[in-house]
């Protein structure tokens, strides 16, 4: 005996699988999406982070991938006291690692020239205000990694906050892909549960009737 796979399971699935996508494509490396607001976090400390392109966009809010090549804000609103009295640097290279949104500080401590691949860096200052700005002019769509760095206030240790964003739009993405393999998977089902026999049916029979 054979079964038969509902043709709605499919898609189910697949929609399912979906759902998880637009999540890490707003947030991934060491920025997390926590309900409508997005977190970077630097060790043990954890900052509000927004990134603005004013020009282009106004006051529209971005967690990571931005749209344009243009003028970018980079906002961190501190959520650790600790970190007013740190000193804290940012630091955006080119992806020459090729990691795009799996970039980690392993892929970059391996990277040669770190200043040949840097395109800004603002030096290591304190925020006893508990806000980081920094903004970029950015000329040439692609992949970046964002590196935020900071040190704990008594300890001798580094934390490193590491994250891949894109420049410019990335197009369709996946979704062509995606609904392609929707097709496919729906074209075999119907072929699979008899749909070419049922169709040669009622068109015989269609004939019979005409003739």
Do not use: N
């Amino acid at each position: 005996m054979h079964s038969r796979i509902s043709p709605f399971l499919f898609p189910a699935l697949l929609a399912g699988a979906l759902a998880g996508w637009p999540a890490q494509g707003r947030a991934h490396g060491g920025v997390v999406a926590d309900e409508d607001l997005c977190i970077i976090e630097i060790g043990v400390f954890r900052a509000h982070f927004t990134i603005y392109q004013p020009e282009t966009r106004a006051s529209e809010e971005f967690c990571e991938d931005v749209p344009d090549a243009a003028r970018t804000v980079f906002v961190m609103d501190y959520l650790h006291d600790s970190l007013r009295r740190v000193p804290v640097d940012f630091r955006v290279i080119r992806d020459v690692v090729g990691r795009t949104v799996y970039a980690s500080w392993d892929d970059v401590r391996v990277i040669d020239d770190l200043e040949a691949v840097t395109v800004f860096y603002q030096p290591p200052s304190v925020s006893p205000d508990a806000s980081f700005t920094v903004e970029h002019e950015f000329a040439e769509r692609g992949w970046y990694i964002g590196i935020v760095t900071t040190r704990h206030p008594t300890l001798d240790r580094r934390y490193q906050a590491v994250f891949g964003f894109h420049v410019g739009g990335r197009g369709w993405g996946y979704w062509p892909w995606l609904l392609l393999l929707l097709a496919a998977v729906q074209l075999h089902y119907w072929i699979s549960s008899g749909g070419p026999a049922r169709l040669r049916a009622r068109r015989s029979g269609k004939a019979r009737r005409d003739g």
